[in-house]
């Protein structure tokens, strides 16, 4: 019982935590977004240097820790571009993020059958015209599974802006247990958030995923 | 109408077409028949540039098409109708839909024109209750008879069919026949590939052979079917008929 209440009575001071958690998060996410579009359509260009631009971008941020790219962001480019700390990781969330959904766009797109994209070529479309129109939408209803999942990684992966001294939730969670000894209850409130932001992601992935899926193929 | 002049493709080391030449004529209906591998559909994706072909020359209307420039090609393909083997109909519209877009996104046409345009086009192939349905929800037959709706709307001056009814289960063949012979009827140009040799006898106004990569025989379906000269086309439409 002596549990619960210290859960109870800490939670409130976990609220700015649990904000910064999100945005950091979100605008990760957003960032990771579109230059994981851009990255998909270097991908799938058949020029090979620019193929060889998004190639590179993937094999050097999937190649290393995502506590390092914090690290170069925090340490050597913060002070270079004089970022704020919360735009350093938020920046280095996307970047990574980016890399992830490159792929996943990338494959979306490809597993789109070729076939459409001729017949909407053959009605005389132009190749942005039906990319746009006939491929882009379809692809994107494809990549909602994989995207929805690389959210929720998304979400857990900003715990390690705590590194950089981000006080996002799980940060706060070890500040408060070095003044009040309770670390299982202050870690316990940590997961209880994360559990929470993951719940609402993956309820709105799939509310995203049905109603797209109107055409029910 | 179409005039096609020593056409070569290659796949790699493939040699698909080896110099083909073809006129077709306005309203003339032309079937190529010949043995899987021997070009057909090649050739048919070569007239309106999906395939790209390696040398030779390809008029439309009399225009030479120069392959280089994509404006030329892209208002070249909204002329000429193309309906293909597996429908490729665009899954997230629905019917009414995938036959407006190329009236709304090509010719620019205003949704409410094209709403009228392409409503007349589905009425053509009978499928007036289905316009708002997507294409999960239809057989292959009717999905078939959507896409030729889709590239009549296009107001076509040549149609080029691409082995329209092999994906189909056979009771669905007829319906997608009928379809195409009003078409013909109606004075439609067409070029046909198609392993129906029933159609072909009675439709068309001349039969090309093709085998490895060239045209073997031309003639009319009686020709073809009844007298035919060269020993490759006896031996194919021996084994088939």
């Known amino acids: 019982m002596e549990f619960i209440n210290v859960i109870i009575k800490y939670i409130p001071l976990f609220l700015p935590a649990a904000w910064m958690t999100i945005q950091i998060t979100v605008l990760g996410i957003t960032i990771g977004v579109l230059l994981g579009l851009a990255g998909a359509f270097l991908r799938i260009s058949d020029k090979w240097w620019v193929n060889a631009i998004a190639r590179i971008y993937i094999f050097v941020i999937r190649g290393t820790p995502l506590l390092l790219q914090l690290f170069i962001f925090f340490y050597v480019l913060r002070q270079a571009l004089s970022l ?7 920046l280095a969330l996307g970047l990574h993020n980016g890399a992830y959904i490159t792929e996943i766009f990338r494959g979306s797109i ?52 705590s590194a950089i001294t981000i006080n996002e939730v799980l940060l706060q969670a070890q500040r408060l247990a070095a003044a009040n000894y ?29 109603w797209l899926n109107v055409d029910s193929k | 109408m179409l005039r096609i002049e020593n056409l070569h493709k290659s796949f790699g080391d493939l040699q698909v077409l080896e110099g083909i030449d073809l006129q077709v004529k306005k309203s003339e209906v032309v079937v190529i028949i010949g043995a899987s591998g021997s070009g057909k559909s090649t050739l048919l994706r070569c007239i309106n540039f999906l395939e790209y072909s390696d040398q030779g020359k390809i008029y439309i209307e009399g225009q030479l098409l120069n392959e280089k420039n994509e404006r030329e090609i892209n208002q070249m393909r909204a002329r000429v109708g193309m309906v293909f083997q597996h429908f490729n109909l665009f899954p997230h519209k629905t019917v009414i839909e995938n036959v ?48 030729i709706a889709r590239a009549l709307a296009m107001e076509p001056v040549v149609m ?33 590939v198609t392993h129906e040799m029933g159609f072909a006898r ?14 073997l025989e031309v003639g009319t379906p009686e020709d073809i079917f009844d007298r035919p000269q060269n020993e490759r086309s006896q031996a194919f439409l021996s084994a088939i008929i």
């Not at chain 1, 704020?84 to 938020?90: E, G, L």
């Not at chain 1, 491929?135 to 992966?157: T, V």
């Not at chain 1, 299982?184 to 993956?202: N, P």
């Open chain 1, 84 to 90: 704020d700390s919360m735009t350093a990781a938020f």
């Open chain 2, 100 to 147: 407006m877009e190329g009236l709304t996104q090509v010719r620019k046409i205003s949704k409410f024109e094209a709403k009228k345009i392409a409503y007349k086009y589905i009425e053509k192939v009978g499928l007036t209750d289905k316009e708002k349905v997507y294409p999960a929800m239809l057989s292959g037959g009717q999905k078939q008879r959507v896409a």
């Open chain 1, 182 to 210: 309770k670390m299982l209850e202050m870690l316990t409130i940590a997961a209880i958030f994360y559990l929470f932001y993951t719940s609402i992601f993956t309820w709105l992935v799939n509310r995203l995923e049905a």
């Open chain 2, 160 to 192: 080029l069919f691409d082995e329209p009814t092999s994906a189909l289960d056979p009771e669905l063949v007829g319906e997608v026949l009928l379809v195409m012979k009003e078409l013909a009827r109606e004075g439609m140009t067409m070029v046909v």
């Open chain 1, 110 to 161: 490809q597993s789109i059958d070729h076939g459409q994209m001729e017949a909407a070529r053959s009605l005389g479309m132009s190749y942005p015209r039906a990319m746009i129109r006939i491929i882009l939408p379809q692809a994107f209803k494809r990549s909602i599974p994989p995207l929805g999942n690389q959210f929720i990684i998304a979400l857990k992966d900003s715990s390690l802006a």
């Open chain 2, 202 to 215: 009675e439709v068309a106004d001349r039969v090309i052979f093709m085998d490895d990569g060239q045209i």
